[in-house]
C-alpha cells in the first residue's frame, strides 16, 4: 500500500514549546519532503531529504529543523514555536531526486497560540 | 523565481456543468519546465491527477484535461462535466527539469460541486 502517513493530525501547542511533527512512508522513497500551506498562499518548500542524513533547505527553513534517519521516517521540528508558525504542514516522497510524482500525507493542522 | 497563478476560489460549479480553472506560469529557471494538477480531496493529502513534460501535449486522467501551452504559458484544467465527487481543491504546479527537485505550487482552486 503506497502511503504517507503524518502524525498528529491537529497540535496545538504555546508559543515558546518545542514540537516534532513526523511522517513515515512505505514506498521506500529517497526523497522526502516538508511544505506548509497558509491561508491564500500555495505551498511552500521548508526542507527537502535525499536520503538519511541528507538534508538540503527548501524555501523558508528559518525556524526549522528536520531530522531523517530512516529513510521511511522524515521529522519536522519547531524549537521554541512562534505564533506566525501556525498553519497545516505537509509531508511529501517522492522516487529519487527529481520532483515528479509527490506523493502526499493527510497533513498536520498546527496551531501555536 | 518561477511561480503560478491559478483562479482564485471557491469557484461553485452545478452538477454536469462544465469546468475550467485557468493555471499560468512564469519559469525563469527553465524555458520549458513540466506542469502538474494537484488535488485534494477533503480529509486527505494531494494526489497527482495529471501532468504533462512536453509543450504542446495533453494530459487527462478522470475526465479532467490540461494542455501545456508555451506560447501563452497556461495549462488550464478543464472538465466537460463535473460530478459532485469532484469537489476538492485543485493545484497547479510547476517542476523544474534541470536536476532540481522542488515543485512550485498555485494557491490552490477549492471547487464547490452543487448538486
Known amino acids: 500500500d503506497m502511503k504517507v502517513t503524518q502524525m498528529p493530525r491537529y497540535l496545538i501547542k504555546r508559543m515558546g514549546e518545542n514540537v516534532l511533527l513526523e511522517c513515515g512512508q512505505d514506498?521506500?522513497?529517497?526523497?522526502m519532503y516538508w511544505y506548509r500551506q497558509d491561508p491564500g498562499l500555495g505551498l511552500q518548500l521548508i526542507y527537502i531529504?535525499?536520503?538519511?542524513?541528507?538534508?538540503s533547505e527548501g524555501d523558508i527553513p528559518k525556524g526549522y529543523r528536520v531530522s531523517r534517519k530512516k529513510r521511511e521516517h522524515f521529522s519536522l521540528i519547531l524549537d521554541s514555536a512562534k505564533t506566525n508558525q501556525t498553519s497545516v504542514y505537509f509531508c511529501a516522497s517522492s522516487f529519487g531526486g527529481r520532483a515528479e510524482t509527490l506523493y502526499f500525507g493527510s497533513g498536520t493542522r498546527l496551531t501555536v497560540l | 523565481g518561477d511561480s503560478v497563478t491559478q483562479t482564485e476560489g471557491p469557484v461553485t460549479v452545478s452538477e454536469s456543468e462544465s469546468l475550467i480553472i485557468n493555471c499560468t506560469y512564469s519559469?525563469?529557471?527553465?524555458?520549458?519546465?513540466?506542469l502538474f494538477w494537484y488535488v485534494r480531496y477533503p480529509g486527505e493529502g494531494l494526489q497527482l491527477l495529471l501532468k504533462v513534460i512536453t509543450a504542446g501535449q495533453k494530459g487527462s486522467s478522470r475526465g479532467f484535461e490540461a494542455t501545456y501551452n508555451k506560447e501563452t504559458t497556461s495549462f488550464h484544467l478543464q472538465k466537460a462535466s463535473v460530478q459532485e465527487s469532484d469537489s476538492a481543491v485543485y493545484y497547479c504546479?510547476?517542476?523544474?527539469?534541470?536536476?532540481?527537485?522542488?515543485?512550485?505550487f498555485g494557491k490552490g482552486t477549492q471547487l464547490i460541486i452543487q448538486p
Open positions: 531529504s535525499y536520503d538519511v542524513d541528507s538534508n
Open positions: 519559469a525563469t529557471s527553465i524555458a520549458y519546465p513540466n
Open positions: 504546479a510547476l517542476g523544474n527539469t534541470e536536476g532540481a527537485d522542488r515543485l512550485t
Open positions: 514506498m521506500s522513497h529517497e526523497t
